[in-house]
């Protein structure tokens, strides 16, 4: 079946470590994305790519970092310059504009990373 | 600015009985319109998407959802509320899949 695989889904770091984030999609996707949830609050955008080698950030970049090496693959790095990164993580992807059925997301299930 | 706006933060229906999840919106053209549902832990399904047309739209599980350009609403309804359904509601919108802006989510509880 396709989908998105986020792995780990629980992870707990000290404060001072960087920790990554794994998201992996079989869809054949070209568009990803990192979203971050706070309990009560929607979705925020972190970073999103288009195609491989190639990003932008979203709206709470600061303190995270990505890579697009692969179409399959967006990692997300969560570095100790965030200062509040306990939430709950999602990973995205999406055809682009211009292939046809924007704006439609497929979700992985999520990691939750809990900075002790 | 554009924004969204999910007024109720949590619902409480009996099963059986119908639904109806509201959602504003601010955005200066129409923009694409989506409804997610979340169960807990898990990510977002689609349930339903308004591109253009009928403002009526048909999704899964038997939800629908209407378009009111002259409410800037894109409220979600279903006619008779499983125990399945109970999760968490999320409407989003934006001009494309880039720049969705999602709703602070609208929390389901069924009676029995």
């Known amino acids: 079946d396709g989908g998105i695989t986020q792995s780990p889904k629980y992870l707990f770091r000290k404060e001072g470590q960087n920790v990554t984030l794994s998201c992996e999609q079989n869809?054949?996707?070209?568009?990803m994305y990192w979203y971050r949830q706070d309990p009560g609050q929607g979705l925020r955008l972190i970073y999103y790519?288009?195609?491989?080698?190639?990003?932008q950030k979203g709206d709470i970049a600061e303190g995270y970092s990505v890579s697009r090496e692969k179409k399959e693959s967006f990692p997300l790095t969560v570095t100790s310059a965030q200062k509040n990164p306990t939430a709950f993580y999602l990973c995205?992807?999406?055809?682009?504009?211009?292939?046809?059925?924007?704006?439609?997301?497929?979700f992985g299930e999520g990691s939750r990373l809990t900075v002790l | 600015a554009q924004s969204v706006t999910q007024p109720d933060i949590h619902i409480t229906v009996s099963e059986g009985a119908s639904l109806e999840l509201r959602c504003n919106y601010s955005?200066?053209?129409?923009?694409?319109l989506f409804w997610y549902v979340q169960s807990p832990g898990q990510g977002l399904q689609l349930l339903l998407k308004?591109?253009?047309?009928?403002?009526l739209v048909q999704g899964i599980k038997g939800f629908e959802a209407e378009f009111k350009r002259s409410q800037s609403s894109f409220n979600l309804r279903k006619p008779s509320v499983h125990w399945s359904d109970a999760a968490e509601y999320f409407c989003?919108?934006?001009?494309?899949?880039?720049?969705?802006?999602f709703g602070s989510g609208t929390r389901l509880l069924v009676r029995p």
């Open positions: 955005y200066g053209a129409t923009p694409y």
């Open positions: 995205a992807s999406s055809r682009t504009d211009r292939e046809g059925g924007a704006g439609e997301l497929f």
């Open positions: 869809l054949n996707h070209d568009a």
């Open positions: 790519s288009q195609i491989v080698n190639d990003f």
């Open positions: 308004y591109f253009s047309g009928d403002t």
């Open positions: 989003a919108v934006g001009p494309s899949s880039y720049k969705l802006i």
